[in-house]
């Protein structure tokens, strides 16, 4: 595994997804794109799209993308 493989593979712990829930709802949240460049944790019930950077979950509601 090069350099930039590395990087682009996710690392948030097994367990965070597991007990983390979206702010805004307190609905479980799924993972998604996580081999691309902006992962992000969608929220199941409300939709809201929170980023991911350098490996940390952005859990802002202002900071949440909205629903399509």
Known sequence: MNANEK????????TLLEIIVCPA??????????????P???????????????NIPVMLVDEARKPG
Request: aromatic share 2%.
């Open 25 to 38: 709802c307190h609905t479980d949240l799924e993972l998604v794109g996580d081999d691309t460049d902006s």
């Open 7 to 14: 990087e682009s593979k996710m690392d948030l712990d097994p």
């Open 40 to 54: 992000e944790l969608v929220c199941q019930g409300c939709g809201l799209a929170y980023p991911i950077r350098d």
